[in-house]
Each structure stands twice: as structure tokens, then as C-alpha cells.
């Protein structure tokens, strides 16, 4: 296919390796046979504290579980009880305990079979798993995606309950997991395991790198090559015909997503300071194709 082809050629070219989602996946055993990551991620906050920075992830359903990249995907249109199964028992926040943007610990909230923190130490490898004393049936940002991405027209929080598939699951908030987290690190000491070598770029770190690198002849430069012919057509699929400019946006939007931009929304918002105007609906579309690999699925 002539996005895949391509696409692939140019990455290969990057020589600075920004990644937020393949090393865990490798460390937890969590790459499927394709090389993809089981779950798909955002960065949710930052916390520095006074000997360590922590960076909290959620893992969501969106882009996951009606994904057929990803290896938790069920279906591309899940039932309200598939939804409601994976909403329970997927893992649903985790954390990464850094020192001077280098990894040392990460730290998964896990919930089937039972439920517990699984950390690792990234150093070492070193693999442990510690009681979790939480109590309730879903996470706060699990339970907020439900009510965005309107699974149920009818789902509602209230009193800190999520009223979802007409039952009620009492909520886990994010202060809750974050009080318990810093609990596991003090009494673990885990702030004192030795840093590794793998760093963490920042969002604006990323920023910075795309921007520089979509500017002319620039890695993620798909756009000058095309200059005179961006309408031209070319076929993506068996019978499914585009235009190079929207092949040109889809490489970029794909790409913005392998290197770790956190949603789609912050590539608009890339793409609009590099073009130096609001992105356009249309080209949104493509870039959203993109970040989202839907040519691909």
C-alpha cells in the first residue's frame, strides 16, 4: 500500500528515538505478534516531587478495544457488556516514577485476576507485585471516558457512583489512586532503585521535535515532495482512491502517534503552529486517520 510503504521508508530515516509506548509493552511482555502494543495510552498529569517526578498514564478504551491494532481489541462496534466487561477487569492507570527524565519504576494498577500494583524496576527488569487496598469497581478516568465517548446515552455519575448498562459501579477517584501509589513508593522505597538509561521525553520535548521535523526536507517532511501534484490521485486501497495531500496528512498524523503525541487533539494543535493558522475540518479528518491508523485496519 502506498501510505504503508512509504510511510515506513521515511521513519526508518529517524534517528532520535522518542517512544512512550513500545518499551513498556516489551518490559511487561505485552507486545502482540504484529509489534503492537497491547493498550494504547495518554499522559493524564505530572507531579514533581522532592526527589522524583511522576507521570501518570491512563490506558483507554477508545483506540483500544475497537482497535484492531491493538491486542485487547473485541470488536469494532463492542456491546454495552463487552464495554462494561473491559471497563472492569483492563488495567486502567499507571505510573511512571522518573528521576531527571530517566525511567526508574514503573507502577500498573492491576485488576484481574485480582487486584494489585505490578511494578517493575527498570534497571534491572526487576518484576514485583504488592496488595492493593482500593476499594470500588472502576477508576475515575475510566468512568469519565464512559460519560465522554456516550457508550450509554444513559450513563451518569453521581455521588460518586457511574450509573452505566443500568447498574452501578462505585467510582476509585484519581486522588484515591494517586494517595495509594505514594504510599507503595514511600513504603517500598522505591524512589531509591537506581535510574536506567531509558528517558522520557516531555510533551513539549515531542512538540518540539515534530515541529522541527515537518519543516522542509525535515524526517517527517511528507508534504514538499508532493508540492504541484497534492491533488493528484492515488489509490490507498483496492478501489479506494485519494488525493497525495490527504495521503501526505494521514503519514503525518500516523507518525505523530508512533513517536507519542498524547491525543489527536494536541496533533491539530502541532499542525496549526506549524501552518501558522487553525487546522482545517478536512485536513483533521486525515490527520485523525492517521493518528488513529484507520487506512490500516
Known amino acids: 500500500m502506498y501510505v504503508t510503504t512509504n510511510y515506513n521508508k521515511t521513519m526508518r530515516k529517524i534517528t532520535i528515538i522518542i517512544f512512550t509506548f513500545l518499551i513498556f509493552g516489551q518490559v511487561f511482555g505485552q507486545i502482540e505478534n504484529n509489534g503492537n502494543p497491547v493498550f494504547n495510552s495518554v499522559m493524564t498529569n505530572e507531579k514533581n516531587f522532592e526527589n522524583f517526578f511522576l507521570i501518570t498514564n491512563y490506558y483507554t478504551l477508545k483506540n483500544n478495544i475497537e482497535n484492531k491494532h491493538s491486542s485487547v481489541f473485541i470488536s469494532e462496534t463492542p456491546s454495552l457488556e463487552q464495554i462494561e466487561e473491559s471497563a472492569i477487569n483492563l488495567p486502567s492507570d499507571f505510573f511512571l516514577l522518573t528521576k531527571e527524565s530517566k525511567m526508574v519504576v514503573m507502577i500498573l494498577l492491576q485488576n484481574d485476576p485480582k487486584r494489585e500494583f505490578m511494578t517493575i524496576e527498570m534497571k534491572t527488569n526487576k518484576q514485583s507485585t504488592f496488595p492493593c487496598r482500593l476499594t470500588g469497581d472502576i477508576t475515575e478516568n475510566r468512568a469519565n471516558e464512559i460519560i465522554k465517548e456516550k457508550y450509554d446515552k444513559n450513563a451518569t455519575i453521581s455521588n460518586g457512583n457511574l450509573n452505566f448498562n443500568g447498574k452501578q ?34 510533551q513539549s520535548e515531542i512538540k518540539s521535535f515534530i515541529l522541527s521535523e515537518t519543516k522542509e526536507n525535515g524526517k517527517l517532511d511528507f508534504f514538499t515532495e ?71 485496519k
Open 169 to 202: 459501579f462505585k467510582i476509585i477517584s484519581n486522588k484515591e489512586i494517586e494517595k495509594a501509589v505514594l504510599a507503595l513508593i514511600n513504603k517500598e522505597k522505591l524512589d531509591h532503585k537506581p535510574a536506567s538509561d531509558i528517558m522520557i521525553p516531555s
Open 226 to 296: 508532493i508540492k504541484g501534484s497534492e491533488y493528484d490521485g492515488v489509490q490507498i486501497k483496492p478501489g479506494v482512491f485519494t488525493t497525495k495531500q490527504s495521503v501526505a496528512l494521514y503519514q503525518w498524523g500516523r507518525a505523530c502517534f508512533d513517536i507519542g503525541v498524547n491525543t489527536v487533539e494536541n496533533a491539530y494543535e502541532i499542525f496549526s503552529e506549524h501552518q501558522g493558522k487553525p487546522v482545517n475540518e478536512r485536513d483533521k479528518e486525515y490527520i485523525k486517520s492517521g493518528f488513529y491508523k484507520e487506512w490500516e
